[in-house]
C-alpha cells in the first residue's frame, strides 16, 4: 500500500516561514491535501488538490506537489497556527485513502 | 450549515459488536462520498473505509477488512459503520467525512469515542 513519510516535528519562530513535508513515491502524479487539527478538534482541511486554498483559509497557507515531495508553506507563521497537520491522498490503484503520520507544528 | 453528527460508540468488551451512525444535515447526503476515519488519542488519523453515493462502490483498510461493515441511508441522511470482532486495537475516535471535489474530506464530524477493554 502506498506510504506517506511526515516528520514528526517541525519548529519555527513567529512571523517566520514553516515549510512542512510529505514524501511518497511518485507523489508528484497524486492530488494532496492538506489538514490541520488541533488538539481536541476534528481536522479540517487548509489546502486541497496539491494547492487549492478552501475558503477561509488565509493566503499565508499554500501548498506545492512535485516528484517524491509535497509541501505545505505556511508563510509568517502565527501562535494560532500550533496544530498537528496531516498530508492526504487518494490511491486510485487500490480504492484506498491514505494519511501521512502527520507533523506537529510548535510556534516558539 | 453542513452538520455531520456521530453517535453509538462507547465501551465494549473484546470480540464484541458496535454500530455507529453519522447524521448529516445541510447538505444533499446522496450527492456525496461518505468516509470514516479513525484516530487513536494521541495518535495519527487513519483512514477506515468509504461509501460511493449509492452504496455500489466500497473500500475497506486492511486492518478493518472482514470485521467492518459500511452502509447508508440516503433517506435518512445517515451513514453507518457495523464494526464486529472488536479487538483492544480498534480503539480510537471514529470521525465521518464527506468527500468533495479530488476526493478531499471538507467536512467532518466531532468523532466519537470506541474503547475496546473488558
Known sequence: SYVLTQPPSVSVAPGKTARISCGGNNIGTYSVHWYQQKPG??????????????SGIPERFSGSNSGNTA?????????????????????????????????TLTVL | ??????SGGGLVQPGGSLRLSCAASGFTFS???MHWVRQVPGKGLMWVSHISTTGSRISYADSVRGRFTISRDN?????????????AEDTAVYFCARAYGDHHFDSWGQGILVTVSS
Open chain 1, 41 to 54: 478538534q476534528a481536522p479540517m482541511v487548509v489546502i486541497f488538490s496539491d494547492n487549492g486554498r478552501p
Open chain 1, 71 to 103: 509541501t505545505l508553506t505556511i508563510s509568517g507563521v502565527e501562535v494560532g497556527d500550533e496544530a498537528d497537520y496531516y498530508c492526504h491522498v487518494w490511491d486510485s490503484s487500490g480504492d484506498q485513502w491514505v494519511f501521512g503520520g502527520g507533523t
Open chain 2, 1 to 6: 450549515e453542513v452538520q455531520l453528527v456521530e
Open chain 2, 31 to 33: 450527492n456525496y462520498w
Open chain 2, 75 to 87: 433517506a435518512k441522511s445517515t451513514l453507518y459503520l457495523q464494526m464486529n470482532s472488536l479487538g
